[in-house]
C-alpha cells in the first residue's frame, strides 16, 4: 500500500492510502483538477513525479483536434 502523510499540527497526522480515486494532478494547459490512475500512468515505465503532467479531457481533445502532441 501506498500513501501520503500530512501532518497537520504537532499530534495529528494523516495517512491516506493512494488508489485510482483519490490521486489528481493539474492539467497543465486549463488548470482543472485531473483525477489521475497512478498505475495506468506509469504503466509504460517511463514516466516520473514530477516529469509527467496529466490532461483534462478536453484540453487533450483540443490537442488531438489541432494536432499537437500531447
Ligand atoms: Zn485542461
Redesign the pocket.
Known amino acids: 500500500m501506498f500513501y501520503t502523510k500530512a501532518t497537520l499540527t504537532d499530534t495529528v497526522e494523516v495517512k491516506v492510502e493512494l488508489n485510482d480515486e483519490n490521486v489528481f494532478c493539474t492539467?497543465?494547459?486549463?488548470?482543472?483538477e485531473?483525477c489521475v490512475d497512478l498505475s495506468e500512468v506509469f504503466a509504460d515505465g517511463i514516466g516520473d513525479m514530477y516529469g509527467t503532467a496529466v490532461?483534462?479531457q478536453?484540453?487533450?481533445m483540443r490537442r488531438i483536434e489541432h494536432g499537437k502532441s500531447v
Open positions: 492539467c497543465p494547459d486549463c488548470g482543472d485531473v490532461l483534462c478536453n484540453c487533450a
